[in-house]
């Protein structure tokens, strides 16, 4: 069957002709553009390694201060390594250009010549080929050095000079202003003396099987004259560094005495230690003690506190005591000044009473003889009558007396009665009678009381006199009472305030006591642990002691160690070696393969990509032709037609055009046309020679197979749900009902409507123009941004070089010159993707006028430029680590600060914290930077940049990347173009039928593409606003790793017009392919509807 | 004809299919039960949305039963998984649509030779043709042949995976009368000359009267079936 569908592949082709046509050639230049990247970058990176080998690339090079003696030569050669002067001076020339020459060179790094001989004359030069290009200096020409015309016999490219920078430092190659020549052993000494500059004794080194360190302490175990140096700046650095001789021999010395005093005062140390463990140990007895008598004195201070508080007490009620009886006394004083009073008064009383009683006593005998008188004379009368009546009744009379009236008239009266007679006469009478004896007794009584009360009134009298007297002194007794009694509160108020304070003082010694107790306790854990401790320290002291004794011994040693050493460092040759470095320190070395290492991988990578893109535009196309052949698949499937057979079916052409495309492009790409056309930019730049051609297997295999199988897979992906289908559903061409077919639109007028469902139904088709759109602007994005990266670069970097010039010094006097700004600069590594990169460590005083930062104290922290900190991706705060790999010595820091400065990737330091950190001098600098040209001496310097070259350095660089800017942008625009283009052509095919019907129906021209077309600009607007910053962001997000070995800030903003550019060249492009679409839509005529209907 | 001395080549019991659920169940098929003969032209009559097509897909593996089973030569297909579905239409079955569905990039021979069983047969491909009478036009295009000599196409196409049961859906449903006779010719040569065991699905009465065994479907259910002593030619088939 598979035979029998590939008869139909030839037909498909013709009928889709155009489609697959430009997908083939877009696939073909593509791939072409990538194989030829690629190949370029492979031939340069193998051709460089060829050429490495061939020329005997060096392992490495020395720089000395005096040559090497023959003696010096031959030993070298003799241990087995292989080396070569390869000194060399700079000329400058009439145009400012400067030459550095070198003499022929026979065993390493030999020259390779694109053109002529070498140097056989003492007047022939070979020429390195970039300055000879820049300069126009041709094989058979001349150039002029100095007074004399030197013929060019050839020219060339030296391997060690691959990427001709004059300064180690630079960043950008400007093969105007610098290039090398090679002369014959005699030119070069004759040109040497004519002027130039100082030699550079230079020697370029092979290894064998020895290593780096190995022949570098063999060279620095040569002997060595330094007084030959005939170097002023490096005498003058030799005598400073000589004058450290005494000074590190004092500080042994010293080193010495002190150990020594150190040995004496730990002899004495351990004295005392002993005597204060023995000490320790009765202080701590005591402290026991101290504890047992305090926790006593604690119990006894707190019954005192009891005491006191009773003690208190009673004085409290004590004072209420007196003050109760002040009132009494008071009261009592009242009373007896009242009492005096009384007494007084009753004293007068009773003297006028005693005199009254006296008067009344005097009549008193008369009451009394009257009062008997009376009585007698009424018995006597009773008794009369009585005995007058008795005798009348004849009864015996009576004799009455005061003794028995009373007896015998009771005793009449009851004869009386008992006769019968009437006896109430004589009760009556003894009645009157007892009445009158009463009265006479009363009387007597009476008397005797006057009497008696005037003799008690006189003795009241008295007594009163008395009383008064008395009550005069209790009076005077009371007031002094209440007087003392005062006087004795007064005293109990003092008594309660010193009972009070006695109470608080026992109180607080109560408490003091206990803090006193608990104190001692901890005092006598205290001793405890401290006389443990002596002991300790003691049997510490002791074993420093033969510590010391060995320190004493073993400095006693490194004095004579340092003295011989000393002696001989001193006394023998200083360090011959200037500079030494390996080829992978050299960065003049395998610059353009480093360069070109980012291109293959990302070259491999973006045809992958861009395969994916091309082949999903073909899965649309394929699509559209499954849906077109759905009932066609259906009767396939229902024959028994396997599904497998017709995914491959589908698959094969497509994957056939993206064969041949990529075959075709991998053909261009690597032949000589292709990949030369790529290495343009390589040799515009660096000096390398002509690479010849060359087909590395994995990239034809890359270019034959990789895209059919990008094909296969993406098609199959692709194609593989729809062919998934049922027979029956195929047959039925029955369209699978999607939700966005459904999605209500509301109340719109009816050309909105159309456009949208337009755009759902092909929303596939319009999700690739968006894929295509993407991957469009990520090569449209790099473009621009190696331009923005350039043009900021150079603008940036022209901005922040504040200086006119900047020296850098082999050999700084001791103060800067006058008129210039001293930092201190360190040149440390950073590696990234594979990249070690030079960072330059700043130290700057605060007030450096051509550097705008302000530092931090501290030796590890540092101000990041924003380049370092967008490079390696740090912040504030963060830790970076910086490597001396010189010395394999790792510097972490801390981001203290970012700041914008673009120049190089550059950190700040304080200058002081900077000396410490790396162990110079406070006043060491090593660059000075200048608002003008300062005159210092040549020989101390390493070499000045000027701003005026940085900028010169930043057009160069943007005149470099130019061709490669519009190459990416041309590709960009052809991509988007032409699969925007197949994308909506592929719209109108599928809408075919809708257009013809509408055309049947009388719809015009213009209504007609409001339908189809104009809602694809709406589509294409959205398109690229969700495309431009996706592909921005992803590019910027990738760009570093591009230029991974370029050490330079990364500032990829754009400017906003360059957006609108870019959004203008997007709706430019769909605007052009808009005029072909209508042609394209004016071609569907009626019949399509019914060519579509059996 | 004598049913009993026939073998069966195909059985369906107790066919069900619905398509949807609750409310929106549709009952396409409703408990079908029928018996098919070698070498018999069975028709299977009804009008439009009345099962008729959907029992013709169970029986040429197109669509699985909700319910029931359909066995083939003794084998139940309905219980078929996908590869063994596609063996089955591949070597035992031969369809013919409404549609011809040819592939209009292919000539006629190409056409046939797409899915004929060229290892049982290798000249299976023209001897269809011959059969077809298309021998004159096998190196032509569809688009350059009418209706009726397509739809032979496509007869020759479902014959030349050398089918043992051909299943046609509506074969003149795309075509004009004399050219629909034409192919009800064809389809009756290889029924009788041939012995080809034949349904077809039609929903022209007249048609049916050509079938050896007819059956009625509507609503999803066969409402009669009556076997065709005097089969009508299709030469005398009028409608």
Redesign the interface.
């Known amino acids: 069957m598979r035979k029998v569908l590939m008869r139909r592949y030839p037909r498909d082709l013709k009928a889709n002709l155009f489609r697959y046509l430009s997908l083939f050639l877009l696939i073909t230049f593509c791939m072409f553009l990538i194989i030829s990247i690629v190949d370029a970058a492979e031939r340069v990176i193998r051709g460089t390694e060829r050429n490495q080998a061939e020329s005997v690339l060096e392992d490495g090079q020395i720089t000395t201060f005096t040559p090497f003696t023959e003696e010096q030569i031959k030993e070298i050669e003799d241990a087995g390594y292989i080396i070569e002067p390869h000194f060399n001076y700079e000329y400058m020339l009439e145009n400012g250009a400067v030459i550095r020459m070198f003499v022929n060179r026979e065993k390493i790094d030999k020259v390779a010549l694109d053109n002529g001989r070498l140097a056989e004359a003492s007047d022939e030069i070979v020429l390195e080929k970039r300055f000879a290009a820049e300069n126009n200096y041709r094989v058979g020409g001349s150039i002029q050095i100095g007074e004399k015309d030197y013929k060019i016999t050839g020219i060339g490219s030296s391997v060690d000079y691959d990427a001709p920078y004059r300064k180690l430092s630079d960043t950008i190659i400007d093969s105007s202003t610098f290039g090398i020549g090679f002369l014959t052993k005699e030119g070069y000494e004759e040109l040497k003396k004519t002027g130039g500059g100082s030699e550079e004794l230079t020697y370029a080194f092979l290894l064998g099987d020895h290593t780096a360190t190995e022949f570098k302490e063999m060279v620095k175990g040569f002997d060595f004259d330094y007084k030959k140096v005939d170097d002023p700046y490096y005498q003058e650095m030799l005598s400073d560094t000589y004058g450290k001789k005494d000074e590190i021999q004092d500080g042994i010395n010293d080193l010495v005495d002190g150990v020594k005093e150190l040995a004496d005062g730990v002899d004495e140390l351990k004295d005392g230690t002993g005597e204060l463990a023995d000490g320790m140990e009765e202080l701590y007895d005591g402290s026991v003690e101290l504890y047992d008598g305090s926790v006593e004195l604690y119990d006894g201070t707190k019954e005192l506190k009891d005491g006191t508080k009773e003690f208190r007490d009673g004085v409290t009620e004590l004072t209420d005591g007196v003050t109760k009886l002040e009132d009494g006394a008071n009261s009592l004083e009242s009373g007896s000044n009242a009492l005096n009073g009384g007494l007084w008064s009753l004293n007068n009383g009773t003297a006028n009473l005693r005199d009254a009683l006296k008067e009344l006593n005097k009549n008193n005998a008369q009451i009394e003889g009257g009062a008997e008188q009376i009585f007698q004379a009424l018995l006597t009368t009773t008794q009369n009558e009585i005995n007058e009546q008795l005798t009348a009744v004849g009864m015996p009379p009576i004799s009455l007396n005061a003794e028995n009236y009373s007896d015998v008239l009771s005793g009449l009266a009851a004869q009386l009665s008992a006769v019968g007679m009437d006896a109430s006469g004589i009760r009556d009478a003894k009645d009157s009678l007892e009445g009158i004896e009463a009265y006479a007794n009363g009387v007597k009584q009476y008397t005797g009381a006057v009497s008696q009360i005037t003799e008690g009134a006189g003795k009241l009298a008295d007594g009163s006199a008395q009383a008064f007297n008395g009550s005069g002194s209790l009076h005077d007794g009371t007031v002094a009472f209440r007087d003392g009694i005062t006087e004795f509160k007064d005293g109990t108020g003092e008594l309660t305030d010193a009972t009070k304070k006695l109470d608080d003082g026992a109180k607080e010694l109560s408490d003091g006591t206990k803090e006193l107790s608990d104190g001692s306790k901890e005092l006598s854990d205290g001793v405890k642990e401290a006389y443990d401790g002596s002991v300790e320290l003691d049997d510490g002291v002791k074993e420093l002691r033969d510590g010391v004794t060995e320190l004493k011994d073993g400095v006693d040693d490194l004095k004579e160690q340092s003295d011989e050493m000393l002696d001989k460092l001193f006394k023998e040759s200083p360090n011959n070696i200037t500079e030494f470095m390996l080829k992978d320190e050299n960065n003049r070395i395998g610059g353009a393969a480093g360069d070109l290492e980012m291109n293959r991988s990302v070259g491999l990578l973006a045809g992958v990509i861009v395969m994916v893109l091309f082949t999903y535009v073909l899965s649309v196309f394929v699509i559209h032709q499954i849906q077109n052949e759905s009932s066609v698949i259906g009767a396939l499937y229902s024959l028994g037609v396997r599904k497998n057979e017709l995914v491959s079916h589908y698959i094969t052409l497509p994957t056939l055009v993206c064969f041949l495309g990529g075959l075709c492009g991998g053909l261009l790409g690597l032949c000589k046309f292709g990949s030369d056309s790529q290495m343009g930019d390589t040799y515009c730049y660096y000096s390398v020679p002509w690479f010849g051609m060359m087909v590395p297997l994995y990239l034809i295999i890359y270019a034959v197979a990789m895209p059919p199988l990008v094909s296969a897979f993406v098609n199959y992906i692709v194609i593989n749900k729809s062919l998934s289908r049922t027979a029956l559903s195929l047959l039925r061409n029955e369209q699978k009902a999607s939700r966005r077919n459904n999605i209500k639109l509301g109340k719109m007028n009816f050309i909105n409507t159309y456009r949208i469902r337009q755009l759902l139904r092909e929303i596939r088709t319009a999700l690739t123009i968006l894929f295509g759109m993407v991957i469009s602007l990520l090569v449209l994005m790099m473009g621009l941004d190696c331009y923005v990266l350039c043009e900021s670069a150079g603008r940036l970097n022209s901005e922040d070089v504040k200086y006119q010039y900047m020296y850098s010094y082999k050999y700084p006097t001791k103060e800067p010159p006058e008129g210039g700004e001293p930092l201190y600069v360190q040149s440390l590594k950073k590696e990234q993707y594979g990249f070690n990169l030079d960072i330059t460590v700043m130290g700057i005083d605060d007030d450096n006028p051509y550097i705008g930062v302000k530092t931090v104290p501290g030796k590890n922290k540092i101000i990041a430029s924003d380049s370092v900190a967008v490079r390696y991706k740090v912040g504030i705060g963060d830790k970076i680590i910086f490597s001396d790999t010189a010395n394999d010595i790792d510097y972490a820091f801390t981001v203290a600060d970012i700041v914008p400065y673009s120049v190089g990737l550059t950190v700040f330091m304080d200058i002081d914290d900077m000396r410490d950190l790396f162990g110079e001098d406070d006043d060491y600098y090593n660059v000075v930077m200048s608002d003008h040209e300062l005159e210092i001496e040549e020989g101390r310097l390493y070499g000045v940049t000027s701003k005026a070259d940085i900028d010169k350095a930043a057009d160069i660089f943007l005149k470099l990347m130019q061709s490669m800017f519009m190459m990416l942008i041309g590709a960009s625009a052809l991509i988007f173009g032409l699969v925007m283009y197949l994308m909506i052509a592929v719209m109108i095919d599928r809408s075919s039928f809708g257009i013809s019907l509408l055309k049947i129906f009388g719809f015009r021209k213009g209504e007609i593409r409001k339908l189809y077309l104009d809602g694809n600009r709406l589509m294409i607007i959205a398109a690229a606003v969700i495309a431009v910053p996706i592909a921005k962001w992803f590019m910027d997000t990738i760009f570093p790793s591009f230029i991974g070995n370029v050490a330079c800030a990364i500032h990829l903003e754009f400017p906003w017009y360059l957006y609108v550019i870019i959004f203008a060249g997007i709706l430019a492009t769909y605007e052009v392919i808009n005029l072909f679409m209508m042609a394209k839509l004016n071609r569907v005529n009626q019949t399509e509807v019914l060519k579509n209907r059996e | 004809m004598e049913n009993d001395s026939k073998n069966i080549i195909l059985q369906v019991k107790n066919l069900h299919k619905s398509y949807g659920s609750g409310e929106n169940e549709v009952v396409a098929l409703n408990g079908v039960d029928l018996e098919i003969y070698e070498g018999e032209l069975f028709v299977i009559l009804g009008s439009s949305g009345s099962g008729k097509s959907t029992l013709l897909?169970m029986i040429?593996g197109?669509?699985a039963p909700s319910s029931g089973s359909v066995i083939f030569r003794g084998r139940e297909i309905s219980r078929f998984k996908d590869r063994e579905l596609?063996?089955?239409?591949?070597?035992c079955?031969?369809?013919i649509?409404q549609?011809?569905?040819?592939?209009g990039?292919?000539?006629v021979r190409?056409n046939v030779?797409?899915?004929a069983n060229t290892k049982k047969n290798p000249h299976i491909v023209d001897d269809m043709l011959d059969l077809m009478g298309l021998s004159e036009k096998k190196k032509k295009y569809p688009s350059q042949l009418s209706g009726g000599q397509q739809q032979r196409v496509?007869i020759a196409?479902?014959l030349a995976?050398d089918a043992d049961l051909l299943l046609c859906d509506e074969p003149t449903g795309?075509l004009d009368y004399e050219t629909g006779k034409q192919i009800l010719k064809q389809l009756e040569t290889l029924s009788r000359e041939h012995h080809k065991t034949i349904i077809i699905v039609t929903h022209t009465k007249e048609i049916a009267q050509m079938g050896d065994r007819v059956i009625t479907v509507k609503d999803g259910k066969i409402t009669n079936m009556y076997v065709n002593d005097n089969p009508v030619s299709a030469e005398r088939i009028n409608w």
């Open positions: 897909n040429g197109m669509d596609t063996n089955y239409r591949k070597n079955i031969g369809f649509f549609s011809f569905n040819l592939i990039e292919l000539t190409e030779a797409l899915v496509a196409r479902a995976g795309a």
